[in-house]
């Protein structure tokens, strides 16, 4: 296993790789430089991890365009519903059967009140 140092934004990293990944790896690494520094220049002084992320936004902008495709927008998460959680399908039919047997007991009731 290779280690390799690299600078990106003003910043020494030690990067574990394969051997023969070495040069890869530091042509990888100067062009995240590169976007870092144009990041830099366009939005002024920023925190590292902001100036690496516009960096990487920017990688990927160019990515996109090399593929000619677009990005489809994630989508969002499933609002949890309101109130309580669903019961189980198998206490639903219970309640269902009950219902049933309570409508069927009233019924039977009215008729007796009725001919009373």
Known sequence: MAQIDVVIANR??????????EEHLLRLAA???RQAGQAAEALGTMPEN????????LIADELV????????LPQPAAAPESGPPRP?????RAVGALADRIDALCEALEKRLASA
């Open 88 to 92: 189980d399908p198998a206490i639903d």
């Open 50 to 57: 902001r100036q690496l992320l516009m960096a990487a936004l």
């Open 31 to 33: 062009m995240i430089d």
């Open 12 to 21: 020494r990293y030690a990067i574990a790789c394969k051997n023969g990944e």
């Open 65 to 72: 365009e090399a593929r000619g495709a677009t990005v489809p």
